[in-house]
């Protein structure tokens, strides 16, 4: 056999991975923010969109896009919103942002000197000096950034718009970020459409931090980006969430990133929290019939683990006309009466653990150990 | 359907599928694709989409194709129901279909029937006849795919009539059953639906049966699961394995989502920039990959089982445009184990010397595409 | 995992693109692609249809004569000649007695055909008047400043009014070349002038309609429905119509642009209101929205360079209407009259029968309208083809 080179490492490539071990204050840091209030503090958030009919255009229902949902964000968390289509986890992030204008609730977030302001009664005008502290990433790399503009143009906007007159000012800063998210300082001068979608991907991120907000909205950041890709954003995301100590709320709909990332989980279903918890717990330890079933049906990449695969029965509920009692009765294997008739609410069953059912403490259900079981 | 809780006993495995004793047994594929080379002859350049790819299907196997974006599984499927249009075209390889003996009472009907596609007219006869008679395509986009002017029901009396001259009762009689062999709820009146009326699941399941209208040899499935959520994801695949158990059909399942892979698959095919880089049986794919590509993707997806918040390793950099194809082999910039002055200047071949399942790596043999040895 | 394994120099997939993301036009160019803006990208895509880089090319040619008619006549245009009437063209020939000689043109002579009573004119063979290069002939002023008496054609021998008529004579006697020529400058100047009235109209009231949506759209939309609706004929002739005839040339020249462009501005409006109602949902809007940008900020940095391709690509479409309206209700008299010269009112002089058969080269300025518009029209597509990055 013919000999084989390794090849070596270059010091601190672009696009390298960074193979780091948890952050030593990471434990700690994961449970709490510093004993205070949190960076973010959803309450009985609504947003309904009205539907239509006839002729004169009369209001018949509404579509109960989100529909009473709390949870909090503290510093350094990664808090993930999980979910099947239609379960609200993207308007949630858009009335956090207020990219979208909630119909209801409270969005209360915590500024630097200490003041709680609630995001949803703002006006534009107050809103804007408030946008520095929160940022998106987007989902598509390829719409998320105009094609027109350089990278200098795109990263250097936020900083533009925020007071930065000096444009070697801004340099230096898009220099930096670039540096931060691993790309090459001098593709400053380059147009997107000269880049791949993990690289726009990193670009989109770069625009994000340039405010250096403590709080960053990744919607679906990764779900539009080939395998190979997903984990080299993955590790990026952890990496800068690390570095400088930001907080994500993290929607998605991929189970096994949402494991590998989160610190505390949210899992959605047709406008409602079901469950909230710590990552591990929930996914050991679920509470809730939906999650179990959710993590059942994940296709494990694991041919001798086959019968494990399981689908739920039914349709996802119609967010516009959605079932009386608990939302998810109708395919609910642990149904009763009570179910039916009226609608749970999310309470806390341990410590850290919220679930909206019933049943929680009397059913016994199977988390992510049991599918090993099976063979 | 209840969901099994913690203390009950684990289920029986699925049943090994009966067409890996098949392919073992050394029978006649049922589709044999020998060298496939489809390019597209553009003004700046040949693209290779497609560049000497070989594989075998058997007789109530699944195979998988899997590959990221550019890889060129799609164009494999298109090349092999004739669809590719200009500037694309076959350059060379064969495309072999022998029509299997169905069992039972279809035995009477079976008309003998083997061909080289690649060589067929793509609009003659006998391509038509093949095309959805015996190899029917289960498209990625139902929306797209079926006409939104028509009736579900509608089109699939069209298929089966195209194929097989009969009364429109008789044709409706079994479009019925065909859509409620796959699980759609009231079958007769959902046959008067349009596509519009369904939702995601459901959709999925009539063209499914739409597909299955003509009791095709043939399924291919090509990103079936891409567009819905993972609970009816669970459903679809569920279906489909039902399906090809009961009706002794092999199915070409393409995707990206290694999981599904696992779940569904009999024997593997490992794509990278229109080459087939590795293919063998699905446990060893899964756990012994050969291939540091296949090792690679495998290493970079999260799983519900993997660590937590820990830098995923990956594959660093992004592929390549078929316009700028590597020199010699098309995965060695960024191969962990890549050998200078071999990986870089001649093209592996795709060779099962060395071990049991074929890989084109250098690692393993030393045979060159195009015959000979490499030094 | 060993750090070594996983990772790679970067520098062999540094320069490379992604293979889903973009074209093989894109990727092939090479490194020159990543520092091109979206103007050259539509630029390079443009070039390699052939038909239309031609079509750009003979639009110059005829913008060209547009800028400077004059240094392209060979007569004043408005010099008659009664006993000059339809003269047919003297063509330019280069085979003299079977030899090919330099370009020159053969006199005619006329006689009067004493029971008709008409002129009738055949060719001289004995007099050969040759083609000359920026000859000297009438004085002008170049853009109205120069003074010069330079013109791309002249003839050797032949001056005044014994000029040869390349294109024939009209009933008064006056040189049809030379009125085409000058027929250009007003033809298209009317159409440019109209295209850019309406485009202003049309960006900013299909710009207000889109952005802002809600009532002030349902206004403007049922405007444009209610001037779509009615019959353009029947209005430009009551419009045309109550033009004063005593208006001089000038006067009716902008009024007749600013009819046109009151009328044609809808069809930009659309187009421009479809461009921001999709732009407003796509994400990099969003994203500036959300960076805190105002809103003023995000209409004129954002979504206007976004369409301003395909703004480019409808003006070009819009320019040969323009044009052929406004050589209609000139051809109809109820647009430029006399003194005044387009190609419609040329065109006036072919209205009846008997001039198409007795002087068919009175059509000339149709052939010219028809391949201005042509030539227009396929450079709008191209341009629209270019603009539009889905149309691979």
């Not at chain 1, 591990?280 to 683990?305: C, G, N």
């Not at chain 1, 608990?326 to 149904?335: E, I, L, S």
């Not at chain 2, 959902?190 to 369904?198: G, M, P, T, V």
């Not at chain 2, 009791?215 to 399906?243: C, F, G, H, M, Y």
């Amino acid at each position: 056999m013919p000999e084989r080179n390794r090849t070596t490492a270059a010091a601190r490539p672009p696009e390298a991975t960074v193979p780091a071990a948890p952050s030593p204050g990471g434990a700690a840091r994961e449970a709490r923010g510093p004993g205070g209030a949190p960076l973010l503090d959803v309450r009985h958030l609504r947003k309904l969109y009205p539907i239509k009919a006839g002729p004169l255009k009369r209001t018949v229902g509404h579509v109960r896009a989100v529909d009473d949902v709390s949870f909090q964000v503290h510093d350094g968390e990664i808090l993930s919103l999980v979910g099947e289509s239609g379960c609200g986890k993207t308007t949630t992030a858009k009335c956090v942002l207020r990219a979208v204008d909630p119909t209801a609730g409270e969005v209360l977030f915590r500024l630097p000197n200490g003041e709680v302001v609630d995001v949803a009664k703002l006006s534009e005008g107050q809103l804007r000096p408030l946008r520095s502290q929160m940022q998106l990433v987007f989902q598509d790399p390829f719409g998320s950034l105009n094609p027109r503009k350089n990278l200098l143009d795109i990263i250097g906007e936020p900083l533009l718009v925020h007071g930065v007159k000096s444009r070697q000012q801004r340099m230096d800063r898009v220099a930096e970020l670039l540096n931060l998210v691993g790309l090459r300082p001098e593709y400053m001068h380059r147009y997107p459409h000269a880049f791949s979608g993990g690289q726009r991907q990193r670009v989109v991120i770069a625009r994000a931090l340039a405010l250096e907000p403590r709080l960053v909205v990744a919607d679906e950041a990764v779900s539009a980006l080939d395998v190979s890709v997903q984990a080299q954003i993955l590790n990026l995301l952890l990496d800068l969430q690390r570095r400088l100590d930001l907080s994500y709320l993290f929607v998605a709909h991929d189970l096994s990133i949402v494991k590998h990332i989160s610190h505390r989980v949210a899992v959605m279903y047709v406008g409602k929290i079901v469950e909230l918890a710590p990552t591990e717990e929930l996914f050991h330890r679920p509470r809730h019939p939906y999650t179990s079933a959710l993590m059942q049906a994940v296709p494990v990449p694991d041919p001798d683990k086959r019968a494990a695969l399981r689908g739920l029965p039914g349709e996802v509920a119609n967010p516009a006309d959605p079932p009386k009692g608990c939302y998810f009765h109708p395919r609910c294997p642990f149904a009763t009466d009570v179910c039916r008739s009226e609608t749970p609410v999310l309470r806390e069953v341990g410590p850290g653990h919220h679930v909206a059912c019933h049943r929680a403490e009397e059913l016994d259900l199977p988390g992510i150990d049991e599918l090993e079981r099976v063979a | 359907m209840t969901l099994p809780t913690r203390t009950a006993a684990s289920p029986a495995p699925a049943p090994r599928s009966p067409a890996v004793s098949e392919r073992e047994r050394g029978g006649e594929p049922v589709l044999s694709v020998r060298d496939l080379k489809t390019h597209f002859r553009l003004d700046e350049g040949v693209v290779r989409a497609v560049d000497g790819v070989s594989f075998d299907l058997y007789p109530g196997e699944v195979v998988g194709i899997v590959g990221e974006s550019g890889c060129g599984k799609s164009i494999t499927m298109k090349s092999i129901l004739r669809l590719v249009q200009p500037p694309g075209r076959i350059v060379g390889g064969e495309i072999r279909y022998r029509r299997p003996e169905p069992v039972g009472e279809a035995r009477r009907r079976y008309k003998p029937f083997e061909a080289d596609l690649a060589r067929l007219p793509p609009q003659g006869r006998r391509m038509r006849q093949v095309r959805g008679g015996d190899i029917a395509l289960i498209p990625q986009e139902p929306m797209a795919s079926f006409s939104p002017l028509h009736t579900i029901g509608e089109q699939i009396v069209e298929a089966i009539r195209l194929h097989e001259p009969m009364p429109k009762a008789r044709a409706r009689e079994v479009a019925i059953a065909k859509l409620r062999e796959v699980g759609m709820p009231s079958p007769e009146q959902r046959f008067s639906a349009y596509s519009w009326q369904l939702s995601g699941g459901l959709r999925q399941r009539a063209i499914i049966a739409m597909a299955l209208a003509c009791n095709p040899s043939v399924l291919i499935a090509d990103e079936p699961t891409t567009a819905i959520d993972v609970t009816t994801q669970a459903q679809v695949l569920e279906l489909l394995k039902r399906l090809q158990a009961d009706h002794g059909s092999s199915i070409l399942f393409i995707t990206h989502d290694l999981g599904v892979i696992a779940q569904v698959a009999d024997h593997v095919v490992v794509m990278y920039l229109g080459k087939v880089m590795e293919q063998g049986p699905v446990s060893d794919i899964f756990h012994r990959p050969r291939h540091p590509y296949t090792r690679a993707l495998l290493k970079s997806m999260p799983s519900l089982h993997s660590e937590p918040r820990v830098a995923l390793p990956t594959v660093a950099g992004s592929i390549p445009h078929p316009l700028h194809r590597p020199r010699g082999c098309a995965f060695h910039p960024r191969c962990p184990d890549f050998m200078p002055g071999r990986c870089d200047v001649r093209v592996p071949a795709l060779s099962a010397a060395g071990g049991r399942s074929p890989v084109a790596c250098f690692l393993h043999h030393d045979e060159v595409e195009g015959g000979g040895h490499d030094a | 995992m060993q750090p070594g394994s996983e990772l790679v120099p970067v520098e062999k997939t540094d320069r490379v693109p992604d293979g889903a993301g973009e074209s093989a036009e894109v990727v092939a160019a090479g490194p020159a692609v990543y520092v091109a803006p979206a103007w050259k990208l539509t630029w390079w895509r443009f070039r390699k249809h052939k038909l239309a880089v031609a079509c750009l090319w003979v639009f110059a040619v005829v913008a060209l004569i547009a800028l400077a008619p004059e240094f392209f006549a060979t007569q004043d245009p408005n010099a008659t000649a009664a006993s000059n009437a339809y003269i047919p063209p003297q063509t330019v020939r280069v085979l003299h007695e079977g030899r090919v000689t330099w370009p020159f043109v053969y006199g005619v002579r006329g006689e009067r055909n004493q029971r008709t009573l008409r002129m009738e004119w055949a060719l001289d063979e004995e007099t050969r008047y040759p083609l000359r290069l920026f000859a000297r002939g009438y004085p002008y002023r170049l853009f109205g400043l120069i003074p010069t008496d330079r013109h791309l054609l002249g003839f050797e021998g032949a001056t005044g009014r014994d000029t040869p008529r390349l294109l024939g004579t009209d009933r008064l006697g006056r040189d049809q070349w030379s009125r085409l020529m000058y027929g250009t400058r007003i033809s298209l100047s009317i159409g440019l002038v109209a295209v850019a009235l309406s485009t202003v109209l049309g960006i900013v009231l299909g710009g207000v309609s889109g952005y802002f949506g809600g009532w002030v759209d349902n206004v403007i939309q049922r405007l444009i429905e209610l001037l779509q609706a009615l019959p353009p004929i029947p209005i430009w002739l009551a419009l045309s119509a109550s033009l004063p005839r005593t208006w001089p040339v000038t006067w009716v020249y902008f009024a007749i642009t600013v009819i046109l462009a009151l009328l044609g501005w809808t069809r930009l409006a659309r187009e421009v209101r479809g461009r921001f109602l999709s732009l407003r949902e796509e994400d990099f809007v969003t994203a500036a929205r959300l960076v805190g940008a105002s809103r003023s900020r995000v209409i004129f940095s954002h979504m206007v360079p976004s369409f301003t391709s395909h703004i480019i690509a409808a003006v070009t479409l819009a320019i040969p209407l323009m044009i052929l309206n406004e050589t209609f209700l000139s051809f109809l008299g109820l647009g430029l009259r006399p003194p005044a010269i387009s190609w419609g009112v040329m065109l006036q002089e072919a209205q009846n029968l008997q001039s198409v058969v007795n002087a068919p080269w009175l059509l000339i300025p149709g052939l010219l309208v028809i391949v201005t518009v042509l030539a227009l029209n396929i450079l709008g597509d191209g341009l629209r083809d270019a603009a539009d990055p889905y149309s691979s």
